[in-house]
């Protein structure tokens, strides 16, 4: 039985960057909506969002049937969390804070079977095998899951390089919004000192042969990126896209305050 693909396989198969977008809003319906829109993958949050098990996987249902890569985000570096949504069926997962390459062995060891880590064995049980209807699943899981990490504190970027060469990290993204609050600069994402750092961390990543990639919802930063080597870049949220799109209709049709 074919799986989706992940994260790196879109990747390895594209000759371009690929862009994404947020799903915070806990709504299959925004999430198949996102999925619908043409964007090469969508990320499901589990860190920000009011997400739980329950509605990840109502998520993954709903963009299952559109040509999209779906990225799950889990809250935090917890084995348990990881072990469950990898369950759910999520193939490419997203881990934040993530600062040392003795975090990164530590994520992706969480996301191995033994005896290359310890993700504990449900196969049978889950979604993520279809139910022992993939064949070869344990054998081959560690080739059906991308492990991705996020660099979003100073220590993170300087230690991007070896946080992408851990063996079992398959990709790094840079979260520019907990690196400018990390560096003394809370909002500022476009500050010099933090684009700066964002663009070190991308060639870091590259030069340990994995791909890059950074949350830009700015357009100029974000094609600035992508000069700057990031192969993935998500560039907008479901959330957001309501939020401002509301506020235009609210500034185009109603009266000024006052």
């Known amino acids: 039985m074919p799986l989706p693909l992940t994260l790196c396989d879109a990747l390895r198969a594209a000759d371009r960057p690929l862009f994404g977008g947020w799903i915070c809003s806990g709504s299959p319906v925004a999430a198949e909506i996102m999925a619908g829109s043409g964007l090469d993958f969508v990320l499901v949050d589990m860190e920000h969002a009011p997400n739980g098990l329950e509605s990840v996987l109502a998520q993954l249902h709903a963009v299952s049937g559109y ?6 985000r889990v809250a935090a570096a917890d084995e348990v969390l990881l072990k469950q949504v990898l369950d759910l ?5 997203l881990v934040p804070m993530v600062s040392t390459p003795e975090q990164a062995a530590d994520v992706a060891a969480a996301t191995r079977y033994p005896p290359l880590g310890r ?27 991308s492990v991705l990490v996020q660099v979003e504190t100073p ?17 790094v993204l ?22 700066a750092a964002v663009e070190s961390t991308l060639v870091e990543v590259r030069a ?11 357009p100029a930063l ?16 479901d959330v957001v896209l309501l939020a401002r ?14």
């Open 174 to 195: 840079v979260g520019p919004a907990d690196l400018a609050a990390s560096m003394g600069l809370l909002g500022q994402q476009d500050h010099p000192d933090v684009v």
């Open 119 to 145: 993700r504990g064995v449900g196969s049978a049980l889950a979604r993520s095998a279809r139910w022992n209807r993939v064949e070869g699943y344990l054998r081959n899981a560690a080739d059906h899951v």
């Open 222 to 237: 974000a094609h600035r990126y992508v000069e700057a080597g990031a192969r993935f870049l998500l560039v907008g949220a």
């Open 155 to 171: 220590d993170g970027v300087r230690n991007a390089r070896a946080i992408a060469a851990t063996p079992g990290i398959d990709g």
């Open 245 to 258: 799109g509301s506020e235009r209709l609210a500034a185009e049709f109603l009266p000024p305050p006052g």
């Open 67 to 72: 040509p999209v890569v779906p990225v799950v």
């Open 89 to 93: 069926g999520a193939r490419t997962v």
């Open 208 to 218: 340990a042969g994995r791909p890059a990639g950074v949350n830009a919802f700015d």
